[in-house]
């Protein structure tokens, strides 16, 4: 069974950093598209940025571009959301997911695998 877990999350003053989690199981990330998508409550999930198997990043939101990137450690099958210069819009539930897909997509419906998401809180 393919499961997502993210860690990571809490509360961060403006100008801080985070670093998310997102530990995968029942499959190795490698071979996977991942995905990092935030949601505040009662709107949408946006796409934030993705990996992909290739290892080349597509971003999809141009206020992240200079201050988020994700890795991937194949050994602990983990991906990675590096958050730097963090602002109170930054604010959401984090959540990533994956699919096994050569490319990526900012459409969460072109995932299938989920984790629960961690909460992000920008305040000070």
């Known amino acids: 069974q393919r499961q997502l877990v993210e860690s990571g999350g809490g509360l961060v003053q403006p100008g801080g950093s985070l670093r998310l989690s997102c530990v995968a199981s029942?499959?190795?990330?490698?071979?996977?598209?991942v995905g990092w998508f935030r949601q505040a409550p009662g709107k949408e999930r946006e796409g934030v940025l993705c990996?992909?198997?290739?290892?080349?990043?597509?971003y999809y939101l141009d206020s992240v571009k200079d201050r988020f990137t994700i890795s991937r450690d194949n050994a602990k099958n983990t991906v990675y959301l590096q958050m730097n210069s963090l602002t109170s819009e930054d604010t959401f539930v984090y959540s990533c997911a994956a699919e096994r897909s050569y490319l990526c997509s900012a459409s969460a419906g072109f995932y299938g695998t989920w984790g629960p998401g961690t909460q992000v809180t920008v305040s000070s």
């Open positions: 029942g499959f190795s990330v490698e071979n996977y598209a």
């Open positions: 990996i992909r198997q290739s290892g080349i990043i597509n």
